[in-house]
Every structure is written in C-alpha cells, then in structure tokens.
DNA sequence: AGGGCTTATGCTCAGATTTAGCATAAAGAT
DNA sequence: ATCTTTATGCTAAATCTGAGCATAAGCCCT
C-alpha cells in the first residue's frame, strides 16, 4: 500500500550535552570555517534494531564515548531541510536525540562548545545579554512593521507578528518564558536574524544585516534549541541535572549547573532550602576541601526520591517543580 | 556516506483525540475481530513538504476531518515491530503524532472509541479500578519475583523489577504518577500482561493468563499511552484543553474535561479559583441553560494569557501548574 | 595571630498559595 | 413548597515562597 515516488533515508542526529565551569556545552564537529554541525550518524535499516542503539553505535565508533542518558527529542522531516537535498530523488528524515554526560577528553575531531555561542540571547545570567537590546530588539521591531520580505503586510500580520515576538521574547509587558528556546530561534530564522535562512537558500548575508548567534551546517542550530527547550522543561520535574553532575557535589555545584542550563541566577539559600526539602539529595558527611571558602559538604542524588514524589525535579523560581 | 543494506519507509499515526460526555475518546479504524488500529499514512518523500502537512493531508482524506491542534509524538522505529515485517527487506519507522478535535460525526469506518477501553487503569476517577486490585497488582507481584519468563533472577533482578512497579504504579507506598502512562504501559508489556507481545511473537496467549485492557494492532497501543502520556503532562502548562472544549464552556464542563484526561477527580470549589485567578478565562456573561441546576455562566478562553503567564495551563492538585 | 575575603549554612518574617470545607444562590423536578 | 442539583462566595489552617540577616568555617595576606 505504500508507494513512493523517492527513497527516504533516516538519519540520527545527537545534540551531546555536558555543563564544565559554569557553562553548558556541546559536542559538534567542525564543518566548515564558520560553521559546526552535530554529530550525525545514519539508521542502517538492515542492521540496528532500535534508533537508539543505532545511535549509541555510531556515537561509540565516531567519538569512543559511552552515552548514558539518551532521550528522543523530535523527528525533523521538512522536504529541502538539506541544500543538496534540492536535486535530490531521496528524502532525509532525521531523528534528533538528547545525551547528557559527564565532560570528557575528546580522541576524535569533535570538540566541546558552549551553547551560548550558539544562542547567546538564552543566557540571561548577567542580565539581559547585550545582542538583545543592541540587537534583537531594534531588528525584530523592523521584522514586526515589516514582515520577512517584501510581501504585503496587513494590519492584522503585524499584530500577529507583535503578539509571537512579545510572547517568545517576553517583549511588550509579555514575561520571559525560559522554556521557549524553540519559539525563539524560530522567529529569528523568520526574521532572518540568523544566518541558516540565507545558507538554506544559498544566498550571501547581506552586509548591512547583523546575525546573531553562532550559526550552524544544516538545521542543527534548530535542534539544539529543541534540545535546550526540552532540557529546561525537563528539569523542573525529572532529576536530570544529576546526569551532568558527578556522584557527589556541593550545592552549589548543583545551583551552578541549574543555573547554566536555565540561564538565570537563582537565590542561593532558597534553592538550598527547595532542594533539600525536595528529597532529591542527601549528604554524604564529607566534605570538599580548596573551594576557597568555607568547605561545602557533598552531597549525592537520592535515588529513593523516584518512589516518593510524583515529579521530582529542581524548582526554580516563579515556576516551582511539581510538588 | 549513506548505505543502507535494506530500504526504509516512514509511516505516520495520528492519535486524534476528542473528550464527549467526560470519556476521552480515540479515533481507531477496526483492524480484526478483536482490535482497532490507529489511523495511519505514509510519508510519500517526493511529494509531501513536511511531515505534518503528509497527516493532515491524508487525515483529511480519509476520515474528512480537518486537523486543528497538531503536535509531534515520538517516532518509533524498533525493529519487528510489525509482524509482517520478519521477512522483510524493508524497514518501518514511524513519527506518531497527537490531534485534539472536538468530536464530530464521522462518515469513513472510523470510529471514536473511549481511551479508557484500551487503558482502564489508567482512569482513577472513581477510585482505583477494579482491574488494579483484582488482576494487575497480583500478577505484577508475580512479574516482580518471577521475571518475564523463566531466565534467571537474581535477587538484583527482583529488587530492580519491585521499584520499577512500584514507582510506575504507585504501589508500595510510592505515590501515584498519573504522567507515567507510558511507564505502565511499557512494563505490563514486559509482564505480558498485555496481549500485544504474543501478538508480536506470534503466539497466542496462555489460556490461565488475564489479559488487561483492549489490545490494539501492531505497537499502537503504545503510541496511544505515548500520546496519554503527554496530554497528561501538557495540560498543566499549555492551555491545550481548550483545543477540546466548544468556544464557549462552563467551568464544570472545563473541569470533568481535565479529569477525563488526568484520570483523577478535582475540588470543584479550587478548580474554579485556581482557573479563574489565572486568567485563562474570562466570563462572558451569558449563561447556559437545562443543565439541571442553577445555571452555569459561561466562559471562553483568554488568548492574551499567552503574553501573561510563562507556562499557563489547568492547575491539578498536588501538582500545581507553574504560575 | 589577626583581619579580610570567600563560601556555607541556619534562621526569620511577611506575603502568597493551597487544601478542605461551610454556606448560600438559583434553577428544575416532584 | 420542598427537594435535588449545580453554581458560586468565602474562610481558616497549613504550607510554601521570596528576600534578607546573621553566623560559621575555611583560605590568604600581612
């Protein structure tokens, strides 16, 4: 029943996520002189029995990396997504997943880079990072009034143009929502404020039009905003910070961590309190010694808490974790 | 780079749900005597642009109904998932997705059928289902210390399988989840307690065996947990219920929509207050009449709430929504 | 040894939320 | 008229949150 007028391949595409010194990372490999891509690896049919083992196959072989925590993230399937694809008589549908691990040394041409390089307007530690304001903003309000071309512009497109970028940006009173990362890049790619929309048409970056962000080979960028969407989401009720963490860290080793992913600063002794309440944690007795001030005591994740709380995860302020 | 020892096709299945006379419902199309399918489509790689657009199209086609809300799923892509596919030199990969609708009047051999049928512990409205207490919980007691089958099991292995149950089933004093429909759904399929892994082996399932819930063809009824799986989630911070609901509803209709879905009874005087404090409605001073009862004013959904509120959706007790 | 710096940790307080009920209002049914 | 049913207002107690004060316990420097 089924017929195709072209072949399809499944390809595999893993955004590999470690937090060192305050910053998270991803392991990309080096594609051209400005670009990355992820790590890619293709379904043999024939072969690999589940999408994920086929991924931690080819994972192992390109990198010699044992992944742990490995999470589907989102099937990305639109038609041209690939500029050699154009041509093409087969279609790619590509499978994103998730890894967390623990930082470790590369053997292989991939390499460790932090997020934010890629999406510097989701790190709002320090405040509302700079390209924002000097930036962002002023662009996005010409891409309000004016659409992405030169097509007509109703009334009505620039206010539904208003309402999205409020809502993702928490522009116009709208509040920041953390969680919409996706929603984010995705305007800006409408909005041709970052570099994929002009290399998806092979067409030059005008001279005059900044673009923000790091750009990266393919949709890549697109999934690794799916990837931090899903990540913040995710840690508000499944404990996966611990994935990134070592078996036992201070509190504020976890608060940093936390902190990172989310991209905003937390009150220190309230998450302390939520965190200690919350079960997710107990202490060891032991305790780190050259942090450079008063020694923390180490802690390590209670597995037990799986059996006691309907979603644990780490609450964050404004938006509390389930209970 | 890519070389395939054997094709592979994508498949599309549409989990379209619908909530009438507080019963979440599916759309299933009849598969055999015993068992529904979930509607299905391929993916036809030179023609459709993206994938959601290859669903609604043959939606559309085949059942008549125009898709609202759409959202991707998961993709499920093990091998000898189907049956017919031992033989076979083609590989199966699926992209599952959820559709809400408001349920209509169906013309092709589809039909609505109750989620519950296919899923009855999963709907604690009315306490803990028969189901649970008289066959689910002594078999799973026997899956906990005897395993799938007769391999080995240590004390590790039994220890293992009693904290999965009881985190996935809320026994042992571990709280109920009601999220973790895929987790019981998966483990009752490893506990054959579920008719669709004879069906999968070819083998017909033991005479002194009980089985729970309707089965579904091929691994549907996993695609449908998914689907619970998610909704369940989805309704505490995304306004999705309205996708399910006429434009204009009581409070109570809003209410027995979200316990249908969670599976677990509200505080009617809370629900109100919690819904209406967070200003996902708002009244429109008309109200609804033959309801049996002082009449209900009735209310409509806020669009602007999306500007307000990071995460806005229906709050459920024990786990609030984030404000 | 003591002062200053850093990080850890205990504690409090006011305000907001949540839980669980009580109580009244307004329809239709008997 | 009374009963049943649904809607809706309101409250007290318990809990949680946001913000900050204060002390503890290391290290570094002089």
Redesign the interface.
């Known amino acids: 029943?089924?017929?195709?007028?072209?072949?399809?391949?499944?390809?595999l595409n893993a955004v590999i996520v470690a937090v060192t010194d305050e910053a998270p990372r991803v392991l990309v490999i080096p594609h051209d002189r400005e670009r990355d891509s992820l790590p890619f690896g293709?379904?043999?049919?024939?072969?690999?029995?589940?999408?994920e083992l086929a991924l931690r196959g080819w994972v192992r072989e390109q990198t010699g990396m044992e992944l742990g925590y490995v999470e589907?993230l989102?099937?990305f399937?639109?038609?041209?997504r690939h500029p050699g694809e154009r041509d093409g008589?087969?279609?790619l549908?590509t499978?994103g997943y998730l890894a967390l691990v623990r930082e470790e040394r590369l053997t292989s041409d991939a390499r460790w880079r932090p997020f934010y390089d890629y999406l510097p307007w989701e790190d709002r530690r320090d405040g509302r990072p700079a390209v924002v304001g000097d930036m962002l903003e002023p662009w996005l309000e010409t891409f309000i009034t004016q659409g992405p071309g030169f097509g007509a512009k109703t009334r009505g497109d620039v206010r539904d143009r208003r309402?999205r970028v409020?809502?993702a940006f928490g522009m116009?009173?709208?509040?920041?929502?953390?969680?919409r990362v996706l929603d984010r890049y995705e305007l800006l790619y409408e909005a041709r404020l970052v570099a994929e929309p002009f290399a998806d048409r092979e067409r030059p970056v005008p001279a005059d039009r900044p673009m923000a962000g790091r750009a990266m080979a393919y949709d890549h960028r697109r999934i690794l905003a799916t990837a931090l969407s899903r990540l913040r989401g995710k840690i508000?009720y499944r404990p996966v910070v611990f994935e990134l963490l070592p078996d036992t860290f201070s509190l504020l080793q976890l608060q940093r961590v936390v902190e990172a992913l989310s991209g905003m600063r937390l009150h220190k002794q309230n998450f302390r309190r939520l965190v200690e309440k919350s079960g997710l944690v107990e202490g060891t007795g032991q305790f780190a010694t050259g942090t450079g001030g008063r020694p923390p005591e180490l802690f390590r994740f209670r597995r037990d808490v799986?059996?006691?709380?309907?979603?644990p995860g780490v609450g964050l302020p404004?938006?509390?974790g389930?209970?």
Do not use: K
């Open positions: 029943v089924i017929e195709a007028s072209a072949s399809t391949v499944v390809g293709p379904l043999d049919p024939g072969r690999d029995r589940t999408l589907q989102y099937t399937g639109d038609r041209w008589d087969h279609r549908v499978v309402e409020d809502i116009g009173g709208a509040s920041w929502d953390s969680d508000r799986l059996r006691e709380r309907p979603s404004g938006l509390p389930r209970q």
